[in-house]
């Protein structure tokens, strides 16, 4: 792809999240969202960090592969709980699962990141953590949230953004992390590999 000429220099976005989207949009960015539909497994031996800088690089480029313009934004979350790292639950007893065990305690919520310049064949990967403090839940509470449908698309099985906030006692570190894109080191990433800048025309 190197030295091919783009006619189309929208920044693309290789998640279907709109989370990711509207974090983006509230920092200026405007970002066309492609799903880059890889494998999220993980590989033998391989750690929570690695495995969302590895996945965050991995969707960007796939996009990149399929679509004509220049630079392309990846990201990845897991939970990490204990000595499990949760993504998104299989469905609603999974997700009900894992509440109970987020329940009460505090967790990690690593972010991978990239943004990948399709001309240049440079990337700029890195990845936030965030810890998360869970008030206790009733057996109540986690049934009527799960039953939203909430849950299915979230690794954690939970939202902060949504209805699931109030759950929340406290965090450190990020809240756009938390959200699903740190957006601080994420924008830091673009205006660095020259994709948005800080003059007029594009708000962060």
Request: aromatic residues 6%; charged residues 25%.
């Amino acid at each position: 792809m190197n030295g091919r000429t783009v006619h189309h220099p929208t920044i693309i976005l290789a998640s279907a999240s709109p989370r990711r989207g509207q974090l983006l949009a509230s920092a200026g960015i405007v970002v066309e969202a492609v799903s880059s539909r890889i494998s999220e497994d993980f590989l033998p031996g391989e750690t929570a960090r690695d495995h969302v800088r590895r996945l965050a690089e991995a969707k960007a480029r796939a996009v990149a592969a399929l679509r004509q313009s220049r630079f392309f934004i990846g990201a990845d979350t897991v939970v990490v709980c204990g000595d499990e790292v949760m993504g998104k639950p299989r469905d609603r007893r999974d997700a009900e699962r894992m509440l109970r065990k987020l329940s009460g305690g505090p967790h990690e919520v690593i972010t991978g990141y990239a943004v990948y310049d399709a001309i240049e064949d440079r990337v700029r990967v890195g990845a936030s953590t965030t810890r998360v403090y869970f008030k206790p839940l009733e057996a109540g509470e986690i049934a009527a949230y799960v039953a939203t449908g909430c849950s299915l698309d979230k690794a954690g099985a939970y939202g902060i953004q949504g209805r699931a906030a109030y759950m929340i006692a406290r965090i450190e570190g990020s809240y756009t992390n938390v959200v699903g894109l740190p957006l601080c080191e994420t924008v830091d990433a673009l205006v660095h590999m020259g994709a948005v800048s800080y003059a007029s025309g594009h708000d962060v």
